[in-house]
């Protein structure tokens, strides 16, 4: 059966990934106290969903060859926005989680109008419609508060069964709603063409333009979840800068462990899942070994270093030098 | 005849504002424009006073977006500002802590520390060919990691040094705060390596065609390398500057450095794509990003409206004059 | 024959800057038939295939399908009216598989989604007509070799049903096996009454598939004729027949013989694209390197100049063995070498630099003291650069990207002859440029090796490689295939060297000689 070799080569990123995360999970599990008990599992997995979902947004946007520096802002911005608009009686929540899932998708949008049709870089657009998406969550909670429906964050962060984490449930789902249409679909594959060579994706007549703008607003979407989620998680709103940032800069991390190229074109929303887990577990390897938590951040960090230079390899191949500068 | 016109109004307008970028231009017109809205506000923005110490909270900036235009002139961007800067202006703190003779070696050690991790960023996009954010981003969790580990997480016991403080507050000329001097120290330093040496010229070959500067025989991946050394030293040097001026280093002190410095830069007229800018536009970017925010603090506008303008300045400017060329 | 034919081009002319690339050509392509395009490098073959496939509009002409008039304003346009083009550089999204880069334009769908599995059926079937049976349409195609590359891209024109399928040079980078292969289907799609559009360099592939052939000289077609009816000999003659508009500067009597040669390769290999050479050039003797485009003669240029990695064989320099790992290494002044690249805007210059800029580049080390330019030498050096090559330029302040193409080249030159260097490796320095710039460089090439450089110069117009050179080394398959000097230095022995027709040996194995 060749078959499942291509499948391989085609989920090659994906799979290293989720072979580095299910390497750190077993480590950390095989160390924790308490073994793989539901509790543990939920906590682990709460955290990780977090991350994972701007982590999966930051994916998309990098898939067509861009970066999305606003991802933190549209997290923290959903996030003040759900503390005032997911609460009270259910249609009333479900209105609020609309609205919210809305502002998401609008602020990515935004972002891809401004990218493609103003022609500015993806990096200093995202500098600028960052702040201003900052700016807004600031204006909706200058300090920490707010409520949710806490009977529906319960259930969100709690468990299925007493056993599976609803979290994990929640992602499967979003996977198979927003992941698996957009990869199968015209404008999908678009996007994935304008990632990986936007010269031969024009000459093969590519709707380059639906593809890149379909991958911003789902990204804006997928942050506008994570923002939904933070709410869930701590029943609050805050417009923290420091969230803001930590949660830019660790979806770049997370995508890259995940195996999605920074070039474009290569790798998937599923494979920025397991980096996103894989980076966390790295965090948390630190407390099962007894080790002082302030060794944490540094571990982290060597940690991603080891790992983005191992990538680099493939230089060692290049016979060319001029393939040095592409 | 019909051509002379054109010629004439053209010679009307003085050399240097022919020559200049339109980005430029902009950029000090809207600072002229900020000053004259401020002082409708209150006079006092008039005031030399008030004007010097603009400069002085600009500087930090500016020595910071110093080392971030050389890098974003190669192309490149520098995203360990926020964790240089805090290194650098940790480990200078920390120097008090070996005696006197460390202590006046605090400035330039943080600034060494501040190289060494700029040093790591150059090897990983020069040598390793990582993408430059990638790189910058680790070695920003690694210089955090390491910064977590030596101060135990709590804010740094060490204070600044006498000669931080001097160096951040003081004034050697009357009038002028010393860390204006430095900027404008760094400045020239960077306006002559830019237009006067090899380095910069090699800097801007690599910057607009990386592959032309290698094939014209141009150590590209040496520039490269000393280019984010330099980047990295100077991130540690506004880090020592900021300790001084607030007498001791700070967890996440240059957490609020990053966007500023990469939007000041862009403001002024740098490619983001690398190979056209100069160093007056960044001045003007530095000057006019410090001016919006005192302004915006001054009619006491509050934090959240800031930043909405301070992002629609940023994105409106840019789409007047910093959109890539239509590929026709 | 009174049928109308599928396709007629009539007078249709195009122009890049001064240059004429295509004049008043006519084309008529019938049904059912393969149709071979000739004519050497820059006959306009490649700016032909263009315009009909839509990349380029005419100036001028009209192209009528079937008697009806039309225009192409995109590649879209042209595959719905029914002409798919198989292009040299690939069209191929490396990171998508193989199904999906052949059903890229119009995927079939279900549920308003791409409906995979029948994607995967469209897809096979096309590969199995384009005789690619053995890839794997799930096969990632940044994952394939360059030949099996070359097959999707047929099926991939295949599975849009074209009426005309245009080939260029899309045999370039098969193996003597896919070749079979696919000229089988060629010819098979022939029978099934598609017309195709074949454009090769190799001449026995075209005796072997081709119905009509039509030579293209100069940027007109010169004969269309029945294949079969001409020999080798006289089709060499019409590509070749062209007038001398040149004039080039008299060669010296060969003086330079008994000197030891400044450069000398010995065995040079390298990936299989330089295979085993070895040559030497002397002090005051301009060199040519001539054969098709892309048969090894850019890598030869760029391993002596220390680019290329893993390279076999030896180079030395004035008899010195030397080991070059870098351009920067093979600057310094006890080498003395200088490249000028193959492409001036993207490898000689920084097209949004100035002049100034520009012209002292390459030589910033000899103007500068201790890393600090001295401007008033590298002023003095520029302005003495202008003047000796005569660059056209409103100053030195001006973008590089200002000047005319010609101007732009003698700037490339100029940056080079700037450190005054021994060994001048050039990249064919000529194309695209107007005929007076070309004029002048041919003076400056003699007048430098009058003065004692050593000169390589790999140029793709044969006419130029006569004139100027003394002696040419003619390049296929990443081998030296001849040598030619004096008398023996014509046309028809180049292009018969280059076509490898004099002593042709079969089909042999040629795995991607173009980059």
Request: aromatic fraction near 0%.
């Given at each position: 059966m060749t078959e499942w070799r291509y499948w391989l080569a085609e989920q090659r990123g994906t799979l290293i990934a989720l072979g580095i995360f299910i390497f750190m999970f077993a480590i950390y599990i095989t160390n924790h106290p308490a073994g793989l008990t539901p509790n543990v599992a939920q906590t682990a997995s709460n955290k990780a969903t977090l991350l994972a979902l701007v982590a999966m947004a930051q994916a998309l946007v990098v898939i067509t060859a861009g970066i999305d520096l606003s991802i933190g802002s549209i997290f923290v911005l959903t996030n003040c926005l759900a503390s005032w608009l997911v609460q009270g009686t259910p249609a009333e929540t479900a209105f609020g989680i609309v609205l919210v899932l809305s502002v998401g998708l609008l602020c990515g949008t935004v972002n891809g109008l401004i990218v493609l049709f103003g022609r500015l870089q993806p990096i200093v657009a995202t500098i600028g419609t960052g702040a201003v998406y900052f700016g807004i969550a600031l204006m909706l909670r200058p300090l920490p508060g707010g409520s949710v429906n806490e009977t529906l964050a319960d259930a969100m962060t709690g468990k299925l069964l007493g056993v599976v984490p609803t979290s994990l449930v929640f992602l499967l789902a979003i996977v198979l709603l927003i992941w698996v249409p957009f990869s199968r679909s015209v404008a999908g594959r678009a996007a994935y063409a304008a990632g990986s060579s936007e010269q031969s994706a024009y000459m093969s007549g590519v709707p380059i333009r639906r593809g890149k703008l379909a991958a911003y607003a789902l990204s804006g979407l997928l942050a506008g979840t994570g923002g939904l989620f933070l709410t869930f998680f701590t029943y609050s709103g805050e417009a923290s800068t420091a969230s803001a940032s930590t949660y830019t800069l660790f979806s770049i991390a997370a995508v890259v462990l995940g195996g999605v190229s920074l070039y474009g074109g290569k790798g998937s929303i599923i494979g920025a899942i397991f980096g996103a887990f894989a980076f966390r577990t790295i965090g948390d390897l630190m407390f099962v070994f007894d080790l002082d938590a302030l060794w944490q951040p540094l571990f982290q960090g060597v940690i991603l270093l080891a790992a983005i230079s191992f990538g680099s390899i493939g230089l060692l191949r290049v016979r060319n030098r001029l393939e040095w500068f592409r | 005849m019909s051509e002379a016109l054109p010629m004439r109004t053209v010679k009307r307008i003085p050399k240097f504002l022919r020559r200049a970028d339109p980005a430029i231009l902009t950029a000090f017109g809207c600072i002229v424009a900020l000053i004259i809205v401020g002082s409708v506000y209150s006079p006092s923005f008039l005031s030399t006073d008030y004007l010097l110490q603009q400069l002085k909270v600009a500087s930090f900036l500016g020595v910071i977006a110093t080392g971030m235009m050389l890098v974003i002139l190669l192309g490149q961007i520098d995203l360990s500002v926020p964790w240089v800067v805090a290194g650098g202006a940790m480990m200078a703190c920390a120097a008090t802590a070996y005696g006197p003779v460390a202590a006046a070696l605090a400035i330039p050690f943080g600034i060494f520390c501040g190289t060494a991790f700029g040093t790591l960023n150059g090897f990983g996009v020069a040598y390793l060919r990582i993408p430059s954010m990638i790189v910058t981003l680790a070695t920003n969790a690694v210089a955090q990691g390491l910064m977590v580990v030596y101060t135990g997480g709590f804010a740094p016991r060490d204070s600044a040094t006498n000669a931080m403080r001097y160096l951040a507050t003081g004034a050697l000329v009357p009038g002028v705060p010393n860390a204006v001097v430095v900027w404008a120290l760094v400045g020239a330093g960077m306006v002559f390596m830019l237009t006067k040496t090899r380095f910069g010229r090699a800097v801007y070959g690599i910057g607009n065609r990386e592959r032309a500067a290698y094939l014209s025989g141009v150590n590209t991946r040496r520039v490269v390398l000393i280019a984010f050394a330099i980047s990295g030293g100077l991130s540690a040097l506004g880090g020592v500057l900021l300790a001084g001026y607030a007498s001791k280093a700070a967890q996440a002190m240059g957490d609020a450095y990053l966007l500023p410095a990469i939007a000041a830069v862009v403001l002024g007229g740098t490619s983001i794509l690398g190979g056209k800018g100069s160093y007056l536009g960044t001045v003007a970017g530095v000057i006019l990003i410090t001016l919006l925010q005192s302004i915006l603090s001054v009619i006491q506008m509050p934090e959240a409206g800031r930043q909405i303008i301070y992002g629609v300045v940023i994105i409106s400017m840019l789409l007047l004059y910093g959109r890539t060329p239509s590929k026709g | 024959m009174d049928s109308i034919p599928l396709f007629q081009m009539e007078k249709v002319s195009k122009r890049y800057g001064g240059v004429h690339a295509l004049e008043k050509a006519d084309l008529t392509v019938e049904a059912g038939r393969i149709h071979a395009i000739l004519g050497e490098n820059g006959a306009g073959k490649s700016t032909l295939i263009k315009i009909m496939a839509g990349v380029v509009m005419p100036d001028e002409g009209r192209m009528l399908m079937k008697d009806q008039e039309m225009s192409f304003s995109s590649p879209a346009a042209a595959v719905r009216q029914g002409v798919a083009c198989i292009f040299q550089e690939l069209s191929l999204i490396p990171d998508l598989s193989v199904a999906d880069n052949i059903m890229i334009t119009d995927p079939p769908k279900r549920f308003g989604l791409i409906d995979r599995r029948k994607q995967r059926l469209i897809a096979m079937d096309a590969l199995a007509r384009a005789g690619a049976e053995d890839i794997h349409p799930a096969a990632l195609v940044g994952d394939l070799p360059l030949s099996r590359r070359q097959l999707v891209e047929i099926a991939k024109a295949l599975a849009r049903d074209p009426k005309i399928l245009i080939l260029d040079e899309a045999t370039s980078a098969l193996t003597a096996a896919d070749v079979e292969k696919v000229f089988a289907v060629l010819r098979r799609l022939r029978n099934e009454g598609m017309a195709l559009l074949f454009i090769s360099h190799r001449m026995n592939e075209i005796t072997e598939l081709a119905d009509t052939c039509t030579v293209f000289r100069n940027g007109r077609n010169v004969a269309t004729y029945e294949?079969?009816?001409?020999?080798e000999n006289e089709v060499v003659e019409m590509m070749i027949g062209r007038h001398y508009s040149h004039v080039f500067p008299p060669k010296p009597r060969a003086a330079a013989i008994a000197r030891r040669p400044a450069l000398e390769c010995r065995t040079l290999s390298w990936d299989n694209r330089l295979k085993n050479i070895s040559l030497s050039v002397r002090p005051g003797e301009i060199v040519g390197l001539g054969g098709l485009d892309g048969q090894g003669q850019r890598e030869l240029l760029l391993a002596i100049f220390g680019v290329l990695r893993g390279m076999d064989g030896d180079i030395f320099v004035d008899g010195q063995r030397v080991s070059i790992n870098s351009p920067s290494a093979a600057k310094v002044q006890s080498l003395g070498m200088a490249l000028i690249p193959e492409d001036r805007k993207t490898e000689g210059l920084m097209l949004p630099m100035s002049v100034r800029d520009n012209l002292s580049f390459a030589a910033l080390d000899m103007l500068s003291v201790r890393g600090i330019i001295d401007s008033q030498a590298e002023r003095q050096a520029n302005e003495d650069m202008l003047r000796l090559l005569a660059v056209k330029t409103d100053g030195l302040n001006g973008p590089v990207s200002a000047l005319s193409g010609g101007n732009q080249q003698k700037v490339v030159i100029a940056k080079w002859l700037m450190r005054k260097p021994g060994i001048i490796l050039l990249n064919d320095p000529t194309r695209g440029i107007d005929v007076g710039t070309k004029q002048e460089i041919y003076q400056l090439l003699r007048r430098l090796a009058e003065q004692g450089a050593a000169i390589l110069y790999y140029s793709t117009d044969y006419d130029e490689l006569i004139g100027c050179c003394d002696r040419v080394l003619v390049l296929y398959d990443g081998t030296i295939k001849g040598e030619f000097a004096g008398n023996e230095l014509n046309e028809h022995a180049l292009v018969a060297s280059a076509l490898n027709v004099d002593h042709d040996m079969g089909r042999t194995r040629i795995e991607g000689p173009s980059s």
């Open positions: - | - | 294949a079969g009816s001409r020999s």
